[in-house]
């Protein structure tokens, strides 16, 4: 955790097709501006415009999206949750008064999380890369896929199934989870294979973040994607191999300090029971 200043240029953002995320973009951006506040849209920041903060209005899904966005340019995103579930929001709607009197004041810290780099490489060539904050996805075919884990340069195995995930620690209470796989608590990362046919050697799988992670797509009947934080997507083929380690961009979370680790995974827990 890092100490913050006083936000003076807000960006914000919202949930499309969302009314409740947009009447309360349109509430705080309004305050913010009564008070001379500079505020941004996504695109605006995207462009070049600067902010101290971003403030994204939706779900889990909303401030991923952010994050991503965010990251290279060094601005910590606060997710206020209007969707169902937002584990990763810090706050629900009835606490953005507050929370902007904070922003405003500079009682805030910033909470730096790693992300992982996906590199799409085939025969040599890098085709396509992608930055996650969530996890990354080797799979997501209606077929089952054969893939080959190797890690830090040595074979583990061959898995046929769903495919693979490569969870950060942000990302191990998420898809990571509800596939079987371990909470983490501290920057690591966590492969999970989803729904192994006959691969018993690893369900959940801890290794250090520095670890280099190669999956070979084996798969010849159908071809596999890989999917970064559930959003972003590029289709391979037999031999593709894709590349995870550590991302040399982090991205930032704003803390209010409203509830600790072990609180928040309480709390995503709760929420995850109350849906199903």
Known sequence: MSEAQGAKRFGLTYRLKNEAALKAYESARQRLQAQGVETYTLDEVVEGAEADVFLSFGGDGTLLHAARLMAPRGIPVLGINLGRVGYLCALEESGVDSALEKLLAGRYQLDSRSMVRARVVHRREQLW???????VLVGG?????????????????????????????????????????????????????????????FRSLVVH??????????????????????QKDYQIEDGTEVEIRRSPV???????????PVARLRRGHQERAQTQ
């Not at 983490?184 to 294979?193: N, P």
């Not at 982090?250 to 600790?260: I, K, Q, R």
């Open 209 to 230: 973040l520095d670890a280099t992670v190669r999956v070979v797509n084996r798969t010849e009947v159908a071809r596999p994607y890989v999917i970064a934080d559930g």
């Open 250 to 260: 982090s991205a930032l979370l704003v803390d209010l300090g409203l509830e600790s």
């Open 129 to 135: 890369q992608v930055d996650a904050l969530n996890d």
């Open 141 to 201: 075919s209606t077929r089952t896929v054969t893939l080959e884990v190797h890690i830090d340069g040595e074979l583990l195995g061959t898995l046929r199934g769903d495919g693979i995930i490569a969870a950060t620690r942000t990302g191990s209470t998420a898809y990571a989870l509800s596939a079987g796989g371990s909470v983490l608590l501290e920057d690591s990362l966590v492969l999970v294979a989803s729904n192994a046919l006959f691969s018993s050697f």
